[in-house]
Every structure is written in structure tokens, then in C-alpha cells.
């Protein structure tokens, strides 16, 4: 594959993305957003997917420092891109349950950082998953993460979740993997980690800024990157089965992953196991979302792993954004080409079962109703572009507690989303399951940490609070929107 220039692909990924087109449109919106130094060549496109650095806990106990950067390998290329020790994605920190995971952060950054270990279910206290903390420019903030013994097994990841400089940060290219294992739990012949990111560089490898507009629609990257890499190659045998772990750490674009000519196993979806693995042949992953898939190809050839293009609603109608509105496309790309050699061979089977949890099934004691807003001019405050984007008509105030939760209990909560455009939710700590939702999804009874709330729409979600009491903070997780005030506190009280 032949290093393309990123400006063609610009210009086809423009027309679908509308964010940037249509701003033209708008009094200039969005000129920020454009690459001033013209626009970034990709270094290198095809070369060998190489993985992150893994660490290792040894003997249930794992110590790493993080200096958050600017500095990072990105597409071939040495950019301005903000790394982890250099490198985004950061290293790959690898933990069993019962382990201690312990995190010295440095900022190196000009603004206010802190990490949190998204969907690890942990204590959010102290120095633990807490994301109230701040870590100042220049300095550092020793974090441990008590990884509790029965910690089901999984494909996490870790971000910087300081309210205000998330999106900005993980768009420069903050993220890692997080990965709780128990030993070789699938007969595979490959384990990888492919953390799926983007970004916009510009000539000079500068991170371009976000505009109003890029904010308000929740900005998406022109480059999308795996493991840091440009359309990078996969290469195995017939006959292998192979675990992906793909994460999806953009900070607001929709994957809607697909492997043409292979079929997709799905075994795990953000860091919980199905019951058994799933076929499929398209596989949505809001922000935030993980999932494990098994590969098995049988007959040599190329295979390439795309997103399809998804729609994520659009603004037109209302109030004040005029008539013809922003359209939220995630476009259509491809992420990676899986190359497959040898002569025809038989994959091992898939596995019958897989370790899932245990399904909750205490009686619901408490009822919930939370509503996600977006409007021009309405309370809440004044986001990007004049656009107050609310949860209860409220925007995120650390102090105050939104949600009080009685520790012990099972809870359900209906999430209603007023605005016409998806959004993520997102609850730290604390996985629930899907039990309905306005668009007639079946229940999968599966785990997770993040759900699209359909544009207009409304998700309903089984929640047991009955491990690591303590206060925390539910979101969108388009980074944009996070960090715009879509965010409140839970405080689980024992
Ligand atoms: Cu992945 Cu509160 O975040
Ligand atoms: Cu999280
Ligand atoms: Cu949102």
C-alpha cells in the first residue's frame, strides 16, 4: 500500500463528515479546525502492526510511571502528538486480579491531567479510580489501583479524565490499554491489542485545535490511527485463531468495525465475556467501547478490517442552528489489512462457552430517570457555539451530588436522550446490562460500561451497585460533550 497523502483522504472523508463542510457555511465557524501548515502525509501506510509496550505485574504487583508529553510517534511520522512515556498509545500495563497496579503520573502537559482506568471496577476513592483528582502542570500524583481477587477478566484502557481538558487530550493522542487476564483463558495463537484512535496533524505533525463547531458535533480526527499506526498490516496463517482486543479511543467517532471475507467472532464486549461467542458481521463501538473478537481465517488472502460510515444524528431543526442544521456522520475508513499465507487449514473451533458473569438478577428497588439534553440558549450553561449540553438540565458541578445511591442495591435507570444527536453514556465503576431500549434492540444480558442512547431516543439499563462504594461520575462519552458539562456525580453510600 502506498503511503497516501492524507489530503485526498481528506477531502473524501470531509464530504461525509459535514462538520468542517458545512461550518464553511457558517461564518467560518470552524477555521480552527483546518490544518493551518497544509495538511499531514502519513509517513508510512501498511507497515507491520506493532503492538504497544506490555508491563507486566510480577508477583500481584505492577509499578509504572506515566510522564504525560508532548512528543509521540504518530503514523510514521515524529509529530507534536501528546504521548505516555513518549508513545501513543501508552504501554499496554497488564494486571491478574488481586494484583496492585500502582501509577506515578507526571504531567509534562501546559494544562491539568489525571487518569482513570475506564471500566475497571474499582474502589473510585483516594488515589485510586478517582476522577476528581488534578494533577498540575509539572507535577506528578502516585495513584494505586487495587485490582480486587475476583476482578472478572478483560480488555480495559486508560485516559486522562480531568473535566475540561479530556477531549483535547485524548484527540492528542493520551490512551492506553489496560488489560486484567487470568492466564491463557482461549486457545489462541495470537493475543493483540489494537487501540483505535484519531486525530488531525497538520503539515508539522501539530494536533489541530478544536473550533466551535468540532466541540458542539464532538470532533473527529482526519487520521485514524491503530496502535498509533496508519492503516497498518496484520499479517497470519491459515489455520490460526487469533483474539482482538479492539478499543475504540476517539474521543467522539463511532466504529462500525467490519472484516469482509471473514467472519467476526465477538467474545467479549468492554472487558465482560458473553456467555459464548457471537457471529457477526458488523460490530458498533461507541467511544469508550471495547471488544474482543476471534479471527480464524482458513484460505490465504487480504482481508481489510474498515468502519463503515455511522450516522450519529445531526442538528437540523433545532432551535437556533437554522435549517439546514450539522449532520454527525462518523465516515467510513479503513483501520487495518489483515494479510493471511499458507495453504488451506482448518481453525480451531470456537469455544462452546466462555467465562461470563454471573448474571445479576436481585429485584430492583430503586427507579431512575435521567435525561440528556442539548439546546441553543437554555439552562445549564453555555457550551461550545452557545449550546448547553445537560444532564437534568444541569451541567457537571463536582460538588454537588446528582445521584445517591443506597450501596447494596440494584438499581434501573432510564436514560432518555431529548437531543438528535447519539450520545454515549457512560457510568464509571459500576457495569450494567441493557434491558431495553427505544429502537427494540433484543437484550444481551452482557456487561458493559458504555451505551449509544439513540438520537431521540432512550436506553433502559439494569445497574447492581454491590462492590466499591463511593462517589464517581456518569457521562457522555463524546470527550467534547464531557468536557462542555454532560457530566454529573453518583455518590454509592454504604
Ligand atoms: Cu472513558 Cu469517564 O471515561
Ligand atoms: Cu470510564
Ligand atoms: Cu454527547
Known amino acids: 500500500m502506498s503511503p497516501a497523502p492524507i489530503s485526498r483522504r481528506r477531502a473524501l472523508g470531509l464530504a461525509g463528515l459535514g462538520v468542517a463542510s458545512i461550518a464553511a457555511g457558517t461564518a467560518g465557524w470552524l477555521a480552527t479546525a483546518q490544518n493551518p501548515g497544509g495538511p499531514f ?3 508510512a501506510s501498511g507497515e507491520a502492526l506493532r503492538e504497544p509496550q506490555i508491563l507486566d505485574a510480577r508477583a500481584g504487583r ?4 506515566l510522564t504525560a508529553a508532548a512528543g509521540a ?7 507534536s502528538a501528546l504521548g505516555y ?3 501513543s498509545p501508552g504501554p499496554t500495563l497488564r494486571v491478574r486480579p488481586g494484583d496492585d497496579l500502582a501509577v506515578r503520573v507526571t504531567n509534562r502537559l501546559d494544562q491539568p491531567t489525571n487518569l482513570h482506568t475506564h471500566d475497571l471496577q474499582i474502589s473510585p476513592l483516594g488515589n485510586s479510580d478517582n476522577p476528581f483528582l488534578r494533577i498540575d502542570p509539572g507535577a506528578s500524583f502516585d495513584y494505586l489501583f487495587r485490582i480486587p481477587p475476583d476482578h472478572p477478566a478483560g480488555t480495559h484502557w486508560y485516559h486522562p479524565h480531568h473535566h475540561g481538558t479530556v477531549a483535547d487530550q485524548v484527540f492528542g493522542g493520551l490512551a492506553g490499554a489496560l488489560l486484567v487476564d487470568r492466564g491463557p483463558e482461549l486457545p489462541v495463537t495470537a493475543d493483540r ?3 483505535v484512535t484519531d486525530t488531525t496533524l497538520d503539515a508539522d505533525g501539530r494536533i489541530a485545535a478544536a473550533g466551535p463547531m468540532d466541540r458542539m458535533m464532538g470532533r473527529q480526527g482526519e487520521l485514524v490511527l491503530v496502535n498509533g499506526q496508519h492503516q497498518p498490516t496484520i499479517a497470519a496463517s491459515t489455520g490460526s485463531m487469533e483474539r482482538w482486543r479492539i478499543i475504540n479511543g476517539c474521543t467522539s467517532r463511532v466504529l462500525a468495525l467490519r472484516l469482509p471475507g471473514q467472519p467476526l467472532a465477538q467474545v467479549a464486549l468492554d472487558g465482560a465475556f458473553l456467555p459464548a461467542p457471537a457471529s457477526t458481521d458488523r460490530l458498533v463501538l461507541a467511544p469508550g467501547n471495547r471488544t474482543d473478537l476471534l479471527i480464524r481465517p482458513d484460505t490465504a488472502g487480504r482481508f481489510q478490517l474498515t468502519t463503515d460510515g455511522y450516522d450519529r444524528g445531526s442538528t437540523a431543526g433545532m432551535t437556533g442552528m437554522g435549517r439546514r442544521g450539522q449532520t454527525a456522520t462518523s465516515p467510513a475508513s479503513t483501520l487495518a489489512t489483515l494479510t493471511v499465507d499458507g495453504p488451506p487449514r482448518q481453525p480451531p473451533p470456537l469455544p462452546a462457552s466462555l467465562p461470563a458473569p454471573t448474571p445479576n438478577t436481585a429485584p ?6 435521567i435525561t440528556f439534553a442539548m439546546g441553543m440558549g437554555t439552562g445549564g450553561g453555555m457550551g461550545p457555539g452557545g449550546m448547553g449540553f445537560t444532564i437534568d438540565g444541569r451541567t457537571f458541578d463536582p460538588r454537588r451530588d446528582d445521584q445517591t445511591v443506597q450501596f447494596g442495591r440494584t438499581e434501573e435507570w432510564t436514560i432518555t436522550n431529548l437531543s438528535p ?3 454515549p453514556f457512560h457510568l464509571h465503576v459500576w457495569p450494567f446490562t441493557v434491558v431495553a431500549d427505544s429502537i427494540g434492540t433484543p437484550p444481551t444480558g452482557t456487561h458493559q460500561g458504555v451505551v449509544l442512547v439513540p438520537a431521540q431516543g432512550w436506553v433502559r439499563l439494569r445497574i447492581p451497585f454491590t462492590a466499591n462504594p463511593g462517589r464517581s461520575v456518569y457521562h457522555c462519552h463524546i470527550l467534547d460533550h ?3 458539562g454532560m457530566m454529573s456525580t453518583i455518590n454509592v453510600r454504604a
Open 364 to 369: 430492583i428497588t430503586t427507579r431512575r430517570r
Open 62 to 65: 505492577l509499578a509504572v510511571a
Open 193 to 195: 491489542v489494537l487501540v
Open 421 to 423: 444527536l447519539a450520545h
Open 85 to 87: 512515556n513518549g508513545t
Open 482 to 484: 464531557e468536557d462542555a
Open 73 to 79: 510517534r504518530l503514523a510514521g511520522r515524529d509529530t
Open 41 to 43: 502525509h502519513a509517513g
